[in-house]
């Protein structure tokens, strides 16, 4: 079995629904995982993105069809680099030790060779970029965190497995945060969009016609790993230089271009 791993960067904001509404404020949120609560694209609407509606015999020997599997296998699409507000430098780009020990495991597991350095950051303490430190701290919305060093090794692998070389973007404005402050931003720090329907004769909003959609905000990253017994069914990931993925297409949502990978 031949193994990829690739990487989407949230070109606009992205809701890739639960398919249910819910009973709390936000009725429309993003899927999460179940135990970390992290965000995430699940791997079948990956997967129909990138068939794009295609059902010629070459398209269902790749993604499967009600008689036969298909040869290409991905997992879902998880959170790697989450943006936050900044005082300093306008946005980080956040991630922590749990999600670089959970990338790092599985794909030690799927066999590749790639390594991710995995520094440890614990508290209210951050190994931060140049671009969002302000007087020894990087503030981030309302948490104020002491810079414990720099991010640039940790920034030059992620850096090259997404890019391919130094992305001068990513290496100023990396942080790597505690597991718990993570987690935090995943729960708080998304998009919540109000959306009105309104009467076409009145324009003004309909009785009841208010809701509130929870959506990943725009530059963050999200890692995922493909398998298949044909190399080169691989090319199916790049074969559009963007996807839209989940909804609200026609305003905007959605737009992710795939990354490199190994």
Same mark, same amino acid.
């Given at each position: 079995?031949?193994?990829?791993?690739?990487?989407?960067?949230?070109?606009?904001?992205? +809701?890739?629904?639960?398919?249910?509404?819910?009973?709390?404020?936000?009725?429309?949120?993003?899927?999460?995982?179940?135990?970390?609560?992290?965000?995430?694209?699940?791997?079948? *609407?990956?997967?129909?993105?990138?068939?794009?509606?295609?059902?010629?015999?070459?398209?269902?020997?790749?993604?499967?069809?009600?008689?036969?599997?298909?040869?290409?296998?991905?997992?879902?699409?998880?959170?790697?680099?989450?943006?936050?507000?900044?005082?300093?430098?306008?946005?980080?780009?956040?991630?922590?030790?749990?999600?670089?020990?959970?990338?790092?495991?599985?794909?030690?597991?799927?066999?590749?060779?790639?390594?991710? *350095?995995?520094?440890?950051?614990?508290?209210?303490?951050?190994?931060?970029? *140049?671009?969002?430190?302000?007087?020894?701290?990087?503030?981030?919305?309302?948490?104020?965190?002491?810079?414990?060093?720099?991010?640039?090794?940790?920034?030059?692998?992620?850096?090259?497995?997404?890019?391919?070389?130094?992305?001068?973007?990513?290496?100023?404005?990396?942080?790597?945060?505690?597991?718990?402050? &993570?987690?935090? &931003?995943?729960?708080?720090?998304?998009?919540?969009?109000?959306?009105?329907?309104?009467? *076409?004769?009145?324009?003004?909003?309909?009785?009841?016609?208010?809701?509130?959609?929870?959506?990943?905000?725009?530059?963050?990253? &999200?890692?995922?790993?493909?398998?298949?017994?044909?190399?080169? +069914?691989?090319?199916?990931? +790049?074969?559009?230089?963007?996807?839209?993925?989940?909804?609200?297409?026609?305003?905007?949502?959605?737009?992710?271009?795939?990354?490199?990978?190994?």
């Amino acid at each position: 079995m031949q193994t990829k791993a690739f990487f989407l960067q949230a070109l606009t904001p992205v +809701h890739p629904g639960t398919g249910q509404v819910s009973g709390s404020v936000i009725d429309l949120p993003v899927a999460r995982e179940a135990a970390t609560g992290f965000p995430l694209i699940p791997a079948s *609407s990956l997967k129909g993105v990138l068939r794009d509606g295609r059902a010629d015999e070459a398209a269902n020997k790749v993604f499967g069809s009600l008689e036969q599997m298909g040869e290409l296998t991905l997992t879902d699409a998880r959170l790697l680099l989450l943006p936050v507000r900044s005082y300093a430098g306008t946005f980080a780009l956040i991630t922590c030790p749990l999600v670089l020990q959970r990338w790092q495991r599985d794909a030690e597991a799927l066999g590749l060779s790639s390594k991710l *350095s995995q520094p440890s950051i614990t508290g209210e303490e951050a190994l931060a970029g *140049s671009a969002i430190q302000y007087n020894n701290q990087v503030i981030l919305e309302d948490i104020d965190l002491k810079v414990k060093g720099s991010s640039e090794a940790l920034a030059k692998a992620i850096s090259g497995l997404l890019f391919g070389k130094e992305e001068p973007d990513l290496m100023e404005r990396l942080a790597l945060v505690s597991n718990d402050v &993570f987690s935090y &931003f995943c729960q708080t720090g998304l998009e919540v969009i109000a959306r009105v329907r309104l009467e *076409s004769a009145s324009k003004t909003v309909a009785s009841g016609a208010l809701w509130y959609e929870e959506a990943i905000p725009a530059e963050a990253v &999200f890692s995922s790993f493909a398998l298949a017994k044909d190399a080169a +069914h691989f090319a199916e990931l +790049h074969r559009r230089p963007y996807l839209q993925i989940g909804g609200e297409a026609s305003v905007g949502r959605g737009l992710l271009r795939v990354l490199g990978g190994v």
